[in-house]
């Protein structure tokens, strides 16, 4: 019998779709820390929602700090950062994808516009810190 390289049965297979607006818990499922065109570093989680097993990832995209800022691009660095540490409950300031990985929390989420290449994407409209 000849190997091959899939043999697993796709038929009841359903296309990820963007979740309606709203309060979801979210789960990170790994990141990248990267360099933008302008060459500044930046980090980008990836998401997906656990209790939706067809809901599309999404990812967040974090400016990090760097000499050209603004001060109030500094700030918004600083703040949202912030907010997604506390939403994760991560305490400290150094932190590796792979102890982040799988955290849980909460988010406001909305939809976006449709793309042509990726369809409706959700993103975070706001991160939501524990009580």
Request: aromatic letters at 14%; glycine letters at 8%.
């Amino acid at each position: 019998m000849e190997e091959t390289f899939l043999d697993f049965d796709t038929s009841g297979a359903v296309e990820p779709k963007a979740v309606s607006a709203g309060e979801y818990k979210i789960r990170i499922t790994g990141a990248v820390i990267d360099y933008d065109k302008n060459g500044h570093q930046y980090f980008m989680p990836r998401f997906d929602i656990p209790s939706e097993p067809y809901s599309k990832d999404f990812t967040r995209f974090f400016s990090l700090p760097h000499d050209e800022m603004s001060d109030k691009q500094l700030n918004n660095a600083k703040f949202n950062m912030d907010a997604f540490k506390l939403c994760f409950g991560i305490k400290k300031n150094k932190f590796s994808i792979d102890e982040i990985t799988g955290l849980e929390g909460w988010a406001i989420l909305g939809m976006g516009k449709e793309d042509e290449e990726y369809g409706v994407q959700n993103f975070i409209k706001r991160f939501i810190a524990p009580k």
